[in-house]
T-cell receptor
């Protein structure tokens, strides 16, 4: 089973709202990722958690705040977003964050900022 | 030079033909290579991974890797309309980062 789940599937939020995206995997993977994908572009890495610790932050604006409560869960807290932040937000996981590994993506959350 | 480059596409092939998707990468130290398929409006789905030189076959898909030429390809035999999607080449040089190409849009015509 290579399933990563994400909620919600769609989210519309105003620029003053606070919302959270959730990601869950039960494959025993110890690395989890947040990506942002704009239309007709490849996924862009935002954050990497390895063994529940933040290992990579790709200079993401502070209005995006990741959290890894345990090895199966990953959250992305959103606050004061801009319309240009509208995108597909993808969560992924892999066995570990180093070595030859395969990343599996969840279905994504389609975010619209109004 | 981009780190990972793919056929600019779009690529159109008739049903039953072989579709050939190509990818080159710039970091000679790259270790792992992946092909993802992404249908419109959906998330990327891992379809092939390859780590050593040569061919790797899985059903109608064959991945080919040539590290000396810094080249990886994906062949889809007996292409079906359901193969119509964007194919993303991804390369891992070191650490946790995957570097993606811009993708090649494939259309298989019935």
């Amino acid at each position: 089973d290579t399933e990563v789940t994400q909620t919600p599937k769609h989210l519309v939020m105003g620029m003053t709202n606070k919302k959270s995206l959730k990601c869950e995997q039960h494959m025993g993977h110890r690395a989890m990722y947040w990506y942002k994908q704009k239309a007709k572009k490849p996924p862009e890495l935002m954050f990497v958690y390895s063994y529940e610790k933040l290992s990579i932050n790709e200079s993401v604006p502070s209005r995006f705040s990741p959290e890894c409560p345990n090895s199966s869960l990953l959250n992305l807290h959103l606050h004061a977003l801009q319309p240009e932040d509208s995108a597909l937000y993808l969560c992924a996981s892999s066995i570990t964050g180093t070595g030859s590994f395969e990343q599996y993506f969840g279905p994504g959350t389609r975010l619209t900022v109004t | 030079q981009k780190e990972v480059e793919q056929n600019s596409g779009p690529l159109s092939v008739p049903e039953g033909a072989i579709a050939s998707l190509n990818c080159t990468y710039s970091d000679r130290g790259s270790q792992s290579f992946f092909w993802y398929r992404q249908y419109s409006g959906k998330s990327p789905e891992l379809i092939m991974s390859i780590y050593s030189n040569g061919d790797k076959e899985d059903g109608r898909f064959t991945a080919q890797l040539n590290k000396a030429s810094q080249y990886v390809s994906l062949l889809i035999r007996d292409s079906q309309p359901s193969d119509s999607a964007t194919y993303l080449c991804a390369v891992r040089a070191s650490g946790s980062r995957l570097t993606f190409g811009e993708g090649t849009q494939l259309t298989v015509n019935p």
